[in-house]
């Protein structure tokens, strides 16, 4: 199994409120079709749910002042954006199906706790593409928060054990630090035990950085998933890691292997 993750800076422009990546995203559901045997698609929300959920301040929750319209408006903007990477998907005749978090997962404290993978696999049995996102979700201790598209990866790798799983991001892979900051080393292979520096990217992210997406990368790999990060905004990268062939990315290969 493939298990894909169209970061949601690759598919929108994060810095610019409910703008899509149209172009990109058509030539990534394009280049997903190189992949044999079962998929399954995770994709971020960018600008289509980061900007409102900070500005509602939901990743903390209830607070004062909240609406719940607020959490359904941020649902309302994200399920938009699924709706548009359906279409590109089947534009190019992949049989995606959209699944969304909140009915089948909970959260305590801003953790999973419980998953249903179940929908998933009967969608797989069908022969569709099941495709999730990150989204306001239901949590025990305060209410609402923010589940990530890479919170669902670590869960839905868990469950499936795909041989691996790819990260498709604005960036040719992990660096040491920031990819900014001069100075910054390529890391082509990253140890589980290997710390990443990261740093504030200037735009609304209220699911974290690059290192929470290595700590979810760790995880993965000690339930034996090798995980890859790749650029999705140079074209036919995708496509080529799909098709086994070797492309510029990081790899944290699954631990003890
Ligand atoms: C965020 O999901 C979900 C919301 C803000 C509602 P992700 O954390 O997976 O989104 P990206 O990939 O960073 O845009």
Redesign the pocket.
């Known amino acids: 199994m493939h298990l894909i993750k169209f970061?949601?800076?690759v598919i929108t422009h994060?810095g610019r409120e409910l703008t899509l990546r149209r172009k990109v995203l058509q030539r990534l559901c394009r280049e997903l079709r190189a992949a044999k045997g079962e998929m399954v698609l995770v994709h971020?929300?960018?600008s289509f749910?980061?900007t409102k959920?900070k500005r509602y301040g939901l990743k903390k929750g209830i607070k004062k002042g909240y609406s719940p319209i607020r959490a359904a408006q941020?649902q309302w903007d994200?399920r938009d954006l699924d709706q548009e990477v359906l279409k590109a998907g089947l534009d190019v005749g992949l049989p995606f199906t959209s699944i969304p978090p909140y009915p089948i997962l909970r959260m305590h404290n801003r953790k999973v706790k419980v998953f249903d993978p179940k929908p998933f696999e009967i969608a797989l049995k069908e022969g569709l593409v099941p495709v999730t996102f990150?989204?306001?979700v239901l949590d025990g201790k305060q209410r609402v928060a923010?589940?990530?598209?890479?919170d669902l990866m670590v869960h839905l790798a868990k469950y499936f054990r795909p041989e691996r799983a790819i990260f498709v991001t604005v960036e040719d892979g992990v660096y040491d630090r920031p990819p900014s900051e001069k100075g910054a080393q390529f890391i082509e292979v990253l140890s589980p035990k290997k710390k990443v520096r990261s740093g504030s990217s200037g735009v609304a992210?209220?699911?974290g950085d690059i290192g929470k997406k290595v700590d979810s990368m760790r995880e993965m790999s000690r339930f034996g998933v090798e995980t890859l990060v790749i650029n999705g905004l140079e074209s036919g990268r995708l496509r080529r890691v799909l098709q086994g062939k070797e492309t510029l990315c990081t790899r944290m290969p699954a631990e003890g292997k």
């Open positions: 970061g949601g800076s994060k971020g929300a960018g749910g980061h959920a941020v994200v990150g989204d306001v923010i589940c990530s598209g890479d992210d209220v699911t």
